[in-house]
């Protein structure tokens, strides 16, 4: 059975950083796409960042670029999200997803099949 699990998450002040990961089990992400979404409450699902295993292509959010690093390690089966200079609008739930997408999107959400339970990320002001 495939699974996703995030952890990493906390609470942080504001220009902190935290690392998520996502380790997946019962499937090899060499062949899959990877995507960070998060929801704050009472806001709509948003794309943060994906990972295209396959080419190492990476994608960001305007919101976060330059501040979130997406990565993978393939011997672990694990995606990491390194989060820096955070601000109290990253406060959310963070999650991980994946789907055999030969292109990774941070815009479509409902293209990916296999979701975590998330992590909750809060960053105080």
């Known amino acids: 059975q495939m699974h996703l699990v995030e952890s990493g998450g906390g609470l942080v002040q504001s220009g902190g950083s935290l690392r998520l990961s996502c380790s997946a089990s019962g499937f090899n992400l060499d062949y899959y796409s990877v995507g960070w979404f998060r929801q704050a409450p009472g806001r709509e699902r948003e794309g943060v960042s994906c990972?295209?295993?396959?080419?190492?292509?990476?994608r960001y959010a305007g919101s976060v670029k330059g501040r979130f690093i997406i990565s993978v390690d393939n011997g672990k089966n694990m995606v990491y999200l390194q989060m820096n200079n955070l601000k109290p609008e990253d406060t959310a739930q963070y999650y991980c997803?994946?789907?055999?997408?030969?292109?990774?999107?941070?815009?479509?959400?409902?293209?990916?099949?296999?979701w975590g339970q998330g992590t909750q990320v809060t960053v105080s002001s």
């Open positions: 997803a994946a789907a055999p997408l030969p292109i990774c999107t941070v815009e479509v959400p409902q293209l990916y099949d296999y």
């Open positions: 990972l295209t295993i396959s080419s190492n292509d990476t």
